[in-house]
Structure formats: structure tokens, C-alpha cells
């Protein structure tokens, strides 16, 4: 669960925040002993079943998340036994304090170098793969194993035991379901199966997890697959904190997690809530729901907006200043309306010819000229609007290609083949109405 690129009005957000007053009360926040044995501990498996038809057991997690000083007033519910989430149990006015997760219930990247040192040749071998930036959630995927080893040892085992094992992220997908994704989503999918990899490969330098444990294909894409789709980025760091992952992504959220002074994660509404609605986070940037399927491995059918997925821009410092990014070429979903910066990206490229038009096209744009630049819209409309045609058409065939690609795969083989086509088919539906509503009313259906 991260946040990246523009984060839009509504998205969720992660504060170090004391100006707002805890309404639970906070616990001593003495950190959880990984010597401690939880009473709970005796009524449950000794391990946790990875596979993915094992059943989520959320049965003692309230139970166990309150005897370690977690608070909460919400429920936990599930539409299909698989995605379980957190549901309001009342009606909730806005600005209500909803969760409450002390400090020391977290793994963290920090907690987790603290408790076992520099990992120098993981360290080494991450950077050489990624880079130092990879080396918090790789500490995190470290202490996921170190308390999957534990089994019902370890003081985290009702979480742990809560946790999803299906997932249809990017890093749990196959080289058969990237030749099935759009060129964008797909290079999404494959760099969260390249962070997989760097971290299974880095845990041979581990000497402390097991042999048996670092050859369990299984046991690490689970591990890092609950890293990947419910870690929070907290500055520099990344936090997995119980109770709080249980919030679903929405557009729209009617939830905030703030941290206090102490660290601790406090959960409030943005919005009344009625009982039984889901409490609902946002993930990261709402505007690129391909990102956020290849992250998180869901479609997101209400993201107001697409990248136009045009790729093939040279980056400069100008288009860039124009908008030349993911989360500003937008093609909107509800009206098939298309953003200025496309228009502006689009004829800046179309002038690269015309050096003096180009740079007055430029400046107009950067000094809020309006006029002057309403003007070059006007004068080049119908080339910008025939380069549209041209790209979305295109696009609208390569689409049906990869459905009759992904079509003749079986799905029993190829489990998330479904969700792959669900997610071209809401592409296509953006495309097909920005064809319909911006583009063949200004140039035609030739």
C-alpha cells in the first residue's frame, strides 16, 4: 500500500500527525517480545498453511490485536471467502476515531535491522540487483520468515494466520499473463516479480532463516506478496501494521491513518459512514489503475481516469514540464474527456519542427498565456486530434489481440486470466468512449 507519483485530493494519507487527539486510549508502548507466548497460541495449528486453499482465519484476530493494545469499533467481513475487509459495524459520523495500532504491534524495516543487525552481503547483493531502495522491504520480508519459522511461536501467529494466500499481483503472475497485459501493465507486473526475485535471491546471504524455508517457493511469493500488497512507505521506511491492512482501496476513501507522536497508527473517517459500508483507504495514485492492478493484483472499475498509454515520447525537461507523466495524460473514464496536458504534450511534439512556434508554444503554456495558447490549440487541432485517432485505434486492435490471446488460455492453468481480460476490457471501455465523445466529433469517423 503505496503511495506514488500525484496522490489526488482523496487519496489516503500518512502523516506524523499530534495535532489531532487520540480518542482510544494508548497502551504502554513497550515493544511485542518475541518470546511471548500468546494464551492464544494453545487453540490454534502449529503453522501457517501458505497454499491457496487455505482458509483465512480471522476468528481471534480482534481478540489478539486487543490483548497487545490495538483498539478498534469495526467489523471484518468477506463477499466471497477470499478478500476479507473491514466493514463499518454502525453508523459513523465523519471524523470518528475507528482503529487504533500501538507502535510495537508493527514489523517494520527499521524494528527488523534493529533485531538483527546489518544484513551486509544481502545488503550487498540488493544493491548490486536494485539499489539501496529495495532495502527496507527486504528487511521486512526477512521478518516475515523469521515468524513464519516460528509457527504458533511467534507472538504475530493470529495475524499472520489471517493474512490472504491467493493474490493476483504482478508478482504472482506468469510470463503467460504478461503477454496477455498492454505494454504499460505489463512492465508494471514484471518489476513486482523483479523485486520478488531480488529478494528471493538476497536470502541466500540470510544464514539465520532456513534452507528448506529459502527453497519454499510457496512460503517466500507469500511472504513477499503480503509485503507487496499490504506494506505501508512511511518516510524511508515500510510498516506492516494489523488491523490497518484490513482497509480496502476506494477512489473515493472515507478513511485517514494518521501516526502520533509516539508512532502508533490511528484510523479515523473523512465521512459519514453508514453500517455495514466498506472503510476504505486509497492505495496510491487513483488516476493509474494499471499500477494499481499490477501492485495489488485488483481493478479498480471506479478510477476516474487512465493514463492514454501513449509511450513512444522521447522525455525532455519541456514535454516533461507540459505533463509527459503517467498520472497527468489522463483519458477520463466517466465522460471520455481527455486532459490538457495530452493536448499540450502532443502539439509541443507535433511542432518539434518549428523552432520558434515550438518555444512560443512553450512559453505561453509555462507563463499561463492563455489566450496565445488557446490560439495554437485551435490552429493545430486537427492534427493533434488526428494523432489521437490514429494512436486509440491502434490501441482498440491491440487490445482485442491480447483478449484473443488470453482467451485461448486455460484459465484452470492460468488462474488469472480473468482478472487480466477484466482489466483490458475497462481500458478498452475508456478508450472506446474517448473515441466516441473527444475525438471522432472533432475529426470525423474517416
Known sequence: MKTKNMISAHCFILLASSSISAAFVSPPSNPISTKIHHPLHQQLSSYIEVEESAVRDTSSLTQWAEGYGAQTVVDFTTYDGV???????????????IMYTPANMFLSSYGAKEEFGTLEKAEKMIQELAGPEQFPMF???????????KGTESPW?????SLPRVFDSGAAMTPTCYDCLPPLAAKYAMAER??????????????????????????????????????????????LVPLADMF???????????????????????????????LLMCYANPYNPSALFAKYGFLDENAPATFCKIMDIIPSTENRNLGLSFSRMLFYHENG??????????????????????????????????????????QYLGDVMGRLKKHVDS????????????????????????????????VREVFLRVKENSIDPVIGYQ
Open 248 to 278: 480496502n482501496h476506494g477512489s473515493i476513501p472515507n478513511v485517514e491513518i494518521h501516526y502520533d507522536e509516539e508512532g502508533s497508527c490511528n484510523a479515523y473517517t473523512t465521512m459519514d459512514v453508514p453500517a455495514g459500508s466498506p
Open 139 to 149: 528487511y521486512v520480508f526477512v521478518k516475515l520468515l523469521v515468524e513464519y519459522e
Open 83 to 97: 478478500d476479507i475487509f473491514a466493514v463499518a459495524n454502525e453508523d459513523i459520523p465523519a471524523g470518528s476515531a
Open 395 to 426: 490501441f482498440l486492435i491491440e487490445l482485442d489481440k491480447l483478449d484473443e490471446k488470453a482467451a485461448s488460455k486455460d484459465i484452470e492453468k492460468h488462474t488469472r486470466i480473468p482478472k487480466i481480460m477484466a482489466h483490458n476490457a475497462f
Open 337 to 378: 474527456g481527455i486532459s490538457e496536458e495530452v493536448f499540450d504534450v502532443l502539439l509541443f511534439e507535433h511542432l518539434s519542427g518549428q523552432g520558434q512556434t515550438q518555444k512560443d508554444f512553450y512559453n505561453a503554456c509555462m507563463n499561463g498565456d492563455l489566450d496565445t495558447k488557446a490560439a495554437y490549440q485551435q
Open 157 to 161: 501467529f493470529p495475524w499472520l494466520n
Open 194 to 239: 523483479v523485486k520478488y526475485i531480488n529478494c528471493k535471491q538476497a536470502l541466500r546471504e540470510v544464514d539465520f532463516i532456513s534452507e528448506d524455508t529459502k527453497k519454499n517457493d510457496a512460503v517466500t511469493k507469500w511472504a513477499y506478496n503480503i509485503l507487496g500488497t499490504r506494506a505501508f512507505e512511511v518516510g524511508e521506511e515500510m510498516v
